[in-house]
């Protein structure tokens, strides 16, 4: 009996560690829903799934509250998270992963564009959790603070949704093999 815990030991270490070689353990990769150029006038609604304006359903709105005070707003069930400036930090927009933007924290809360606090500079990035539940990150291109342009905000955005790894195919036929080799051990240990 000692000798067959032994071996059914060694058998799953083996096992377990071929499984890692071979790939069960991938990490997630991103498939992009949408990507655009967009300009969010003033007390506009904007969807970052659709790319559009006032879409199906919309995730930020424009607020502005005074002439010159305003603020992204997260709409419904969508989040916000502002990630920084562009070069600060080493910040780069196209190096961030969905990985990157799934570790944020996000919030319910908006962020400050006026002329006041104003987070929402040229090469400034955010970050929109959707109401789909993607993952967008937003670079601020342009801000539009004048009236005659009706205090819109320009964006480069990219939303990604996650995908679930999937093992290879060698993975499970290894594993059968495997566990086919650990059944004819135990059937000769108990023989």
Same mark, same amino acid.
């Given at each position: ?16 560690? *071929?499984?890692?070689l ?9 498939a ?27 995730? !930020? ?9 305003r603020a ?13 400036? !562009? ?15 799934e570790? *944020? ?24 959790k ?12 342009f ?11 320009? !964006? ?15 993975t499970?036929?290894?594993?059968l093999?495997?566990?086919? *080799?650990?059944?004819?051990? !135990? ?5």
């Open positions: 009996m000692k000798l067959f815990k032994h071996s059914y030991k060694q058998g799953m270490a083996a096992l377990l560690g *071929l499984a890692m071979s790939g069960v353990a991938t990490s997630a990769q991103a992009t829903v949408s990507e655009g150029v967009a300009t969010i006038p003033g007390t506009f609604l904007f969807d970052f799934d659709a790319g559009s304006l006032a879409g199906a359903g919309p995730d !930020v709105w424009w607020e502005q509250m005074t002439t010159t005070s992204l707003m997260p709409y419904s069930t969508a989040q916000l998270a502002y990630v920084g400036q !562009v070069g600060v930090g080493g910040l780069s927009f196209n190096a961030l992963t969905v990985s990157d933007l570790a *944020l924290t996000y919030s319910s809360t908006g962020i400050s564009g006026g002329d006041v606090g104003s987070l929402l500079t040229a090469n400034s990035v955010f970050a929109v959707t109401d789909a539940g993607n993952y967008g990150k937003v670079l601020v291109t801000p539009f603070f004048q009236a005659y342009q009706n205090n819109g905000l320009g !964006v480069y955005w990219v939303t990604m949704t996650p995908t679930t790894p999937v093992p290879e195919a060698d499970y036929s290894m594993l093999a495997g566990f086919a *080799l650990m059944a004819a051990v !135990v059937r000769r240990r108990t023989a």
